[in-house]
T-cell receptor, first 114, second 116 residues
Framework: SQELEQSPQSLIVQEGKNLTINCTSSKTLYGLYWYKQKYGEGLIFLMMLQKGGEEKSHEKITAKLDEKKQQSSLHITASQPSHAGIYLCGAGTYSGAGSYQLTFGKGTKLSVIP | DSGVTQTPKHLITATGQRVTLRCSPR?????VYWYQQSLDQGLQFLIQ???????AKGNILERFSAQQFPDLHSELNLSSLELGDSALYFC???????????????FGPGTRLTVT
């Protein structure tokens, strides 16, 4: 089965600093999703990457997909307290019957100190 | 607001009981997914429906079942509840499903189930 490893598990940064979160898959990626979650709340969709080399940005958050390495990175520039939360990556896989499902990493907990 | 709605927001029940969680997908979305999130297991895919038909099954227990109705809302039924079923249950929706196509999945706010 698909396994996703996120690193680091937690991160504490000073406001204004840049940071990167990584997500590595044990299998071929068919779609890589990034979500943000406040503790105990719903997941907020950030970005979905499909093709190797693809890069997407939303405000100060940029995500890249390295298909060969089966890896994605999420980069936040000039972090703000509003960026604090748990970042989850999810990878799509296909079963033999053609069904598609997402497997998620354990998450990276980000704290931003004002 | 993702456009996906879930009710109830919180549910407290006793072991052995049966509960039903409800989800309404975003307007225009035909696919509904159910996930369970617990501290020890993380976020786990349970089951997917597309336009009323079951499409994919993940780590769903036999005590759990789901269905999607003609108006596309979905219900997740959990029976013979155990303490270990206490978790956040999320519903997500996407516009489609299919081989070699990936779609953005939008999550609802979740239902927090506490089994006592």
């Amino acid at each position: 089965s698909q396994e996703l490893e996120q690193s680091p598990q937690s991160l504490i940064v000073q406001e204004g600093k840049n940071l990167t979160i990584n997500c590595t898959s044990s299998k071929t990626l068919y779609g890589l999703y990034w979500y943000k979650q406040k503790y105990g709340e719903g997941l907020i969709f950030l970005m979905m990457l499909q093709k190797g080399g693809e890069e997407k940005s939303h405000e100060k958050i940029t995500a890249k997909l390295d298909e060969k390495k089966q890896q994605s990175s999420l980069h936040i520039t000039a972090s703000q307290p509003s960026h604090a939360g748990i970042y989850l990556c999810g990878a799509g896989t296909y079963s033999g019957a053609g069904s598609y499902q997402l497997t998620f990493g354990k998450g990276t907990k980000l704290s931003v100190i004002p | 607001d993702s456009g996906v709605t879930q009710t109830p927001k919180h549910l407290i029940t006793a072991t052995g009981q049966r509960v039903t969680l409800r989800c309404s997908p975003r307007s225009g979305d035909l696919s509904v997914y159910w996930y369970q999130q617990s501290l020890d297991q993380g976020l786990q895919f349970l089951i997917q429906y597309y336009n009323g038909e079951e499409r994919a099954k993940g780590n769903i227990l036999e005590r759990f079942s789901a269905q999607q109705f003609p108006d596309l809302h979905s219900e997740l039924n959990l029976s013979s509840l155990e303490l270990g079923d206490s978790a956040l249950y999320f519903c997500a929706s996407s516009v489609g499903t299919g081989k070699l196509s990936v779609y953005e999945q939008y999550f609802g706010p979740g239902t927090r189930l506490t089994v006592t």
